[in-house]
């Protein structure tokens, strides 16, 4: 290893028994360490959800580049559900608590804006309906089964999955903590298993009628990611060491998977699907490919650990990114019906395929602009997922 790629944590991977050293994990003094790899997987997702939902709306039927794009991009919510069990797990692992402490305040930093953004998409498509507005029982019903089905509006059932994952944590960390000497194994097992769930959605849809079409709602349908987040976080010490040694090699993969996913929407397209449903995300080749994505995306996440400046302006852009990503996450939909509602100016005036990259700038500076905003409010929690940062001022003050 080169000293521009030797840093603290990658010198700790070659003695892992050595003390007053800062490992993948720990530092020097032996305290946890703040994983900011994760901060960059999880910023370079969020991006990427952007990008889906900006394209989806704004692509043209033909344009055959961006729908190739749009298949790549496909990834977001596989890597969310692996990130979900890998944070889940390892915080777990640092700071055990009694699930009567755990529960409610991870459901209250998930459910409640779940419930208030839930309201907030359908109240606003039951004002603009000429057919609904003013029908109360209506209102209330929409509200009711979208809450419950997790489709009040196209992003939400992430958050249902979510909570879904928190109720199922003893059960994960259990299945963890048995399985330890066959974590392999596990993950073979749980990889054919996906293989095959997602076979079934893609090219046997008739089998999961059961389902009326909430597949995406359920855990089950995640299972794989969430089993290797899980696993991930139980081995993080030597997984982050492992990715640091192999750099390079965990890029090319990275890259090489990407190759295969083109080439089987390539294929796919050639075969008769259209350009869209070559690239659903419920399919075979996404299990290789999101996997690949975010091992890929922590490597990188690595690298910028490792040359991090606390006093440095990118890591306080990255800190800043991380801290509002959710709110971005949960507000970015409605400004995309906002930009492109009815007749947009913004179609009329931009071209095709400009409209998309116009969306993406929009929709990112628009949503960090109202998430900031909603930070500073008594609506933080419900709109943000975080506490209000007012109130946190205030009692830094009052201290």
């Known amino acids: 290893m080169n000293a521009r790629t030797t840093s603290p944590a990658a010198t700790a991977a070659t003695s892992p028994g050595a003390t007053g050293v800062q490992t993948p994990t720990r530092t020097a003094s032996g305290r946890p360490r703040h994983l900011y790899e994760v901060d960059v997987l999880r910023i370079l997702t969020f991006a990427c959800v952007i990008g889906v939902h900006t394209t989806s709306h704004t692509i043209a039927d033909d344009d055959v580049p961006l729908y190739a794009v749009l298949g790549l991009l496909h990834f977001t ?9 890998f944070v889940l797990v390892y915080s777990w692992s640092l700071r055990p ?25 359908v109240l606003a498509a039951w004002l603009i309906s000429g057919t609904t507005r003013g029908d109360v029982p209506a209102l209330v019903t929409s509200a009711a089964e979208g809450i419950v089905t997790g489709t009040a509006w196209y992003h939400l059932y992430f958050l249902l999955v979510t909570m879904q994952v928190y109720l199922l944590l003893p059960v994960i960390v259990w299945l963890v903590r048995v399985t330890r000497r066959h974590h392999v194994t596990l993950l073979v097992v749980a990889f054919v298993v996906q293989l095959a769930v997602f076979a079934a959605y893609k090219y046997q849809p008739h089998s999961i009628d059961w389902l009326h079409g909430y597949q995406k709602q359920f855990f089950f349908s995640y299972a794989f990611f969430i ?33 295969v996913t083109l080439g089987v929407w390539w294929l796919q397209v050639g075969l008769g699907q259209s350009l869209y449903a070559a690239g659903t995300p419920l399919q ?27 006093d440095g302006l990118l890591a306080r852009v990255v800190d800043y990114a991380s801290d509002r990503s959710f709110g971005i996450f949960l507000s970015h939909p409605f400004l995309i019906w906002i930009l492109l509602y009815g007749d947009s100016w913004l179609e009329s005036v931009v071209p095709e395929p400009w409209l998309t990259v116009v969306t993406y700038v929009l929709v990112l500076v628009l949503s960090v602009a109202v998430t900031e905003a909603f930070r500073w409010t008594p609506f933080s929690v419900p709109l943000t997922g975080r506490p209000s940062l007012a109130r946190r001022r205030a009692g830094r003050t009052a201290g």
């Open 97 to 121: 608590r009694p699930l009567a402490q755990f529960w409610p305040r991870r459901f209250l930093l998930v459910g409640v804006p779940y419930l208030a953004w839930s309201f907030v998409y």
């Open 227 to 259: 089993v290797a987040g899980a696993v991930a976080a139980d081995h993080a010490d030597p997984f982050l060491r492992f990715i640091r040694q192999h750099r390079r090699a965990v890029l090319w993969a990275f890259a090489g998977a990407g190759a």
């Open 77 to 85: 919510r596989l890597v969310f559900f692996s990130l979900t069990a």
């Open 284 to 310: 075979p080749v996404q299990v290789l490919w999101s996997a690949a994505v975010f091992v890929g995306f922590l490597t990188i996440g690595a690298a910028w650990a490792d040359r991090r400046r606390a």
